[in-house]
């Protein structure tokens, strides 16, 4: 095994941060103007689309971006290896924004899809890189802290330069101008990879001959032709925009159940360990519906900033993608405070709880927009300090549901299967995503406030269902540190 370099004194941990940042550009600049550009109109620019169908597409693209997570960080376990996947990412994010930029609406989809396979190929192998890299826990630690600093920072910039140039002189332009920031990325990234040494440079699995003769001939063949038909049904006008994101929204609820079944069933599982992942899977239930809600601050409630907020400033109008500048900025003022408490916080309130925390949170900032819209109807646009409050909420709730989750799951899953469940779970935040894009459609049926309650309701109901059941949900958790402390059994039989 080749010696682990030593954190911050080698150019290793340069690269992987610059990578990230490269990177992170391309997701929240894209986040920040795809709905906006959804719904433009065609002579400005944008694809025209009601602000139903743009929220939907906004959705669809965020919940297919997590679920190829799974299949990039596979790619680069048995093909590639982390340290091509690392810079091919960033290569596919460029060529779906140039895609964008260009003029013809039948590239939308191509675009899209190169994009978000760009990114579902960089986050899994960047993340295990690190802890390639990284070593021990405290390294890893230290390492993904100053990480998490450069991505807020990143996510508060992207939007202003991005927005700005989208919003103020065109959407091409802007695409395009990520397209070049991200190929000057790749260069880096390409320029670096030598920090990293022979770690990552090749899979760590190889596929067999049999293994890749069976995929050349059952696995890419229908991939291409579904992929092909579908992108060829959009661009020539045969399949409905809205048909399209139906369908993608039932793959993407589809697969994370079928990925955990697949999980529960292993051979390797006993009974106990399938007990604990009956209470992850409730664990994931909730966080999907967290992510259904804080997934729409890009989609629903940017058209909300744009229609419905009053975002002059000393005579200067704000552009509606700024805001979401605000969810990075609070994560990254407030992620010191949460890192402090949370460990003070974790004896006195168990794992359920910080669940119903981060879930009513998420509900009271739905009422809260409704309120707004409430003040908002008959064309008033109303203060940005409504939006502002939702974002610090969203923040909050954020920084305890992402880490909480993680931390939840390795406590429940046998160390062996650590990885594919953490797999698992992205595909339940995509899920999220892909609800979201169904869910996102009714708001040209619905009214604003009716849609906002509508959703801060059930995400209560699911809050209210954590503090009843937090003794049940909470018991895998105290039978685990009463067996590492001698002081009980783990085993289900007797604990329930």
């Not at 091919?88 to 013809?104: H, M």
């Amino acid at each position: 095994m080749p010696p682990t370099p030593r954190l911050y004194s080698t150019g290793w941990f340069r690269n992987l941060f610059l990578a990230e940042l490269w990177e992170r550009f391309g997701f929240f600049g894209v986040q920040a103007i795809l709905v906006l550009y959804a719904v433009a109109p065609a002579e400005d620019g944008g694809l025209g689309l009601s602000e139903g169908s743009g929220a939907a597409l906004f959705g669809g693209y965020i919940g297919i971006t997590f679920m190829l997570a799974l299949p990039g960080g596979w790619l680069a376990d048995r093909v590639i290896g982390q340290q091509r996947a690392i810079m091919l990412g960033p290569g596919f994010i460029a060529l779906g924004c140039f895609s964008l930029a260009l003029p013809p609406d039948a590239l939308t989809p191509v675009g899209l899809l190169l994009i978000a396979c760009g990114f579902g190929l960089f986050k899994p192998n960047h993340q295990a890189l690190i802890n390639m890299l990284a070593g021990t826990p405290g390294r890893r630690e230290a390492a993904i802290a100053a990480l998490f600093v450069g991505t807020q920072v990143i996510g508060l910039l992207a939007p202003l330069v991005v927005g700005s140039i989208g919003e103020r002189v065109s959407w091409s332009l802007a695409f395009a101008t990520i397209g070049v920031v991200l190929t000057i990325g790749v260069g880096a990234v390409y320029a670096g990879l030598r920090a990293y040494g022979p770690v990552g440079a090749r899979p760590s699995r190889p596929l067999s001959p049999e293994e890749a003769g069976r995929i050349r001939r059952r696995v890419i063949p229908v991939v291409l032709v579904v992929v092909l038909l579908l992108v060829g049904a959009l661009g020539s006008g045969l399949m409905p925009p809205m048909a399209a994101l139906m369908l993608i929204g039932l793959g993407l609820i589809a697969a994370p159940w079928g990925a955990y079944a697949k999980l529960r069933r292993h051979p390797g599982l006993n009974l106990a360990d399938r007990w604990r992942l009956s209470v992850m899977l409730r664990l994931l239930l909730a966080a999907t519906v967290f992510w259904l809600l804080a997934g729409q601050d890009g989609s629903v409630l940017t058209l909300f900033a744009k229609d419905s907020t009053d975002r002059e400033v000393l005579g200067f109008t704000l552009p509606a993608s700024w805001l979401q500048g605000a969810t990075p900025m609070f994560m990254l003022l407030l992620a010191p405070l949460f890192a402090w408490q949370l460990p003070r916080l974790g004896a006195r309130f168990s794992v359920p709880a910080k669940f119903a925390f981060g879930l009513t949170v998420a509900s009271v900032s739905f009422l809260v927009m409704a309120l707004a819209a409430v003040a908002a109807a008959g064309g008033e646009r109303v203060s940005p300090l409504w939006l502002l409050t939702v974002y610090l909420m969203h923040a909050c709730g954020e920084i305890v549901v992402a880490a909480v989750s993680i931390s939840a799951i390795s406590d429940l899953v046998p160390r062996e299967f650590l990885g594919q469940a953490i797999g698992v779970y992205w595909l339940f935040a995509a899920m999220g995503g892909g609800l979201s894009s169904q869910v996102a459609a009714l708001i040209d049926v619905l009214s604003a406030p009716v849609y906002y309650l509508s959703l801060g309701l059930v995400a209560g109901l699911v809050a209210v269902l954590f503090v009843v059941n937090r003794r049940r949900l909470g018991a895998p958790f105290l039978a685990s540190r009463r067996a590492v402390n001698g002081q009980g059994t783990a085993d289900p039989a007797v604990l329930q």
